[in-house]
């Protein structure tokens, strides 16, 4: 049973930098498309960013020159780095991934962006 463990949220001053990490417990990473979602309350989750098993990347617009997702092949972990962070980034963000028929969650981490 692969699990996904996120860690790296917290509150920030807008304007500020947060580096979010996705540790999966066995090597898959290496061989699927890793996704960054993100939740506000009261809205439904929102794909922000992808990274295919070749390296290939794609953003949502809201997110493009700001925030850059990466993949440690080795540690097993996907990264998102968020840069110039805006009150409305605010919300808990999920790294997922599919296998097979299976969707994988982690349990999110809260990301607070104070004006």
């Known amino acids: 049973q692969v699990q996904l463990v996120e860690s790296g949220g917290g509150l920030v001053q807008a304007g500020g930098s947060l580096r979010l990490s996705c540790v999966a417990s066995?090597?898959?990473?290496?061989?699927?498309?890793m996704h960054w979602y993100q939740q506000s309350p009261g809205k439904q989750r929102e794909l922000v960013t992808a990274?295919?098993?070749?390296?290939?990347?794609t953003y949502g617009d809201s997110v493009k020159g700001r925030f850059t997702i990466s993949r440690d092949n080795a540690k097993n972990t996907v990264y998102l780095q968020m840069n110039s962070l805006k009150p409305e980034d605010t919300a808990v963000y999920y790294c997922?991934?599919?296998?097979?028929?299976?969707?994988?969650w982690g349990q999110g981490t809260q990301v607070t962006v104070s004006s």
């Open positions: 990274i295919t098993s070749g390296g290939y990347t």
């Open positions: 997922h991934t599919s296998r097979g028929a299976a969707e994988i």
């Open positions: 066995g090597s898959i990473i290496r061989f699927t498309t």
